[in-house]
């Protein structure tokens, strides 16, 4: 898995959260094709994609949710 941090904030309350992602999520991102693309690369050009899938992993979930948030090709 690819991770990353990002600064989650809800209800006046700020936090980071761990977030990490599945490398067939990673793939099934990928618009450029090429098979052996970095993953850096394509988690950089599809953050915002990957930030939404983990947002809606936490709103499912709850206050209380899981970390790291483990983003998985199905979630994207």
Request: proline content about 4%; cysteine-free.
């Amino acid at each position: 898995m690819t991770e990353a941090r990002w600064s989650y904030q809800n209800a006046g309350a700020s936090r980071s959260v761990h977030v990490e992602v599945e490398h067939a999520a990673l793939e099934r991102l990928d618009e450029s094709g090429i098979a052996h693309a970095l993953p850096h690369a394509i988690f950089t050009a599809n953050r915002a994609a990957i930030e939404r899938a983990a947002r809606r992993i936490i709103d499912r979930e709850g206050p209380n949710f899981a970390e790291p948030i483990q983003v998985t090709a199905r979630d994207v």
